[in-house]
């Protein structure tokens, strides 16, 4: 594999670390919008790329195992790994496809070993990516002449699935940002991303997005310095205040939304108890079959669940290990305010995937775990080895 990624020419490629973040950054990108696609086609040119970018970090960065956290990434991919290996051979009903999954699922932890590693690199690539997944985002919106501009993205998709792709990367990128940076992250770059959810009109993309936008100033107002509490208490002030004299226009831009339907979701409860019925005990431990159930014959097999997903996928102890993916930020026994920072952020995303397939196992998995390595690695380095006391870089490829 090193003698592949050096015929291919990564490894001089990537000795500049600028062309490293150029790398990593629209790596990144093409996995938000080849997942996006949601086309089989699409899949098959994103795993053909994961396998040249891995083999490029296979050659950077040997894997190393004289850490704990190290020690703690390696035994986590291996569980996971193995549960999904585990349940292949009962899997034959669904065909190829857990296969192909299983591979996937192996090839996102590889990459997000690997790139997590190098902090700095992996920080930089994941902003300028955010940046450029907005950029392209509200030009779609601003520039489309369709009235739902985000769910003409892909044909037969909807604006739902896009503004939940992109509360998952900025929840994990504000997570990131304030483990690195002891900082929370850009608050510009949250309103725009509150403000695609609200144009997307989803019910649960618009919730999350206004829960980190809270997460966010809650944690100025506690812990930040007397200036940025001033600011932060004038701006929520003064958005008070137009909310209250402006409470009739801003209802009426929220019941344009699928804010008007509420927050109860009869066909998607539906749709969990009919699953989780259809289970025989062999089903129940391995993963079921969605043919015959509501999903399978009426959403198109879209279960709607990310954590039922991972469960029809590979079953319950895939599952688990997903569920209890973001304690990882404490095992040290840290619970300082940016483990449990990160843990608030992650608790939006799981907000919002058991609304939506948005994991367990998807391409967005690499943002997810990527983001729970580099904290976890921070953590048992200490984040004085991250960052100096005013949030700017101290050292370079620190996790190596």
């Given amino acids: 594999m090193n003698m592949f990624a050096r015929f291919l020419g990564f490894s001089t490629f990537c000795r500049d670390e600028k062309f490293e973040v150029v790398s990593v950054s629209l790596f990144l990108f093409l996995t938000f919008f080849l997942f996006a696609a949601q086309a089989v086609g699409f899949m098959v040119v994103w795993t053909c790329f994961g396998v040249l970018f891995f083999c490029q970090y296979v050659r950077l960065d040997p894997v190393a195992r004289n850490n704990v ?20 051979p009962f899997s034959g009903a669904r065909g190829l496809s857990s296969v192909y999954y299983a591979l996937n699922v192996a090839l996102v932890f590889g990459i997000a070993h690997f790139i997590s590693k190098r902090a700095l690199v992996f920080y930089s690539g994941f902003t300028v990516a955010l940046y450029l997944i907005q ?42 940002t304030y483990v690195l940076k002891r900082n929370v992250p850009p608050w510009g770059m949250n309103v725009i991303t509150f403000y695609i959810c609200f144009v997307g009109q989803g019910r649960g993309s618009i919730a999350a997005g206004f829960l980190l936008l809270g997460i966010n100033i809650l944690y100025v107002l506690v812990s930040g310095g007397s200036r940025k509490r001033f600011g932060y208490a004038v701006v929520i002030i003064v958005a008070l205040l137009f909310a209250v004299l402006k ?54 097999g879209n279960p709607h669940n990310s954590f039922l997903r991972a469960h029809n996928k590979f079953g319950v102890l895939y599952m688990l290990l997903m ?46 775990f990527s983001s729970i390595y580099c904290a976890v690695r921070a953590s048992y ?20």
């Fill in 381 to 400: 380095l200490g984040t004085e080895s991250v960052v100096d006391g005013r949030g700017a870089w101290s050292r370079r490829d620190i996790l190596d």
């Fill in 69 to 88: 956290g190290e020690r703690i990434a390696i035994t986590y991919f291996l569980f996971v790994v193995m549960s999904c290996l585990f349940v292949l």
């Fill in 247 to 300: 409470f009739d226009l801003l209802f009426s831009f929220a019941m344009k939304t699928n804010l008007a339907r509420g927050f109860y979701d009869q066909p998607r409860i539906e749709m969990w108890i009919d699953y989780f019925r259809s289970l025989s005990f062999v089903e129940s431990v391995v993963g079921g079959d969605l043919n015959g159930t509501i999903i399978g014959d009426f959403y198109l």
């Fill in 323 to 368: 569920v209890v993916s973001p304690f990882g930020l404490f095992l040290k026994g840290n619970f300082g305010k940016e483990q449990i920072f990160m843990f608030l952020t992650l608790a939006v995303v799981f907000f919002r995937a058991m609304t939506e397939p948005i994991l367990f196992p998807t391409f967005l998995d690499l943002f997810y």
């Fill in 135 to 176: 950029f392209v985002l509200l030009s779609i919106i601003l520039l489309s002449p369709y009235l739902d501009p985000l769910g003409s993205i892909v044909e037969g998709s909807s604006s739902n699935g896009i503004t939940s792709y992109l509360i998952l990367v900025q929840a994990c990128y504000n997570g990131i």
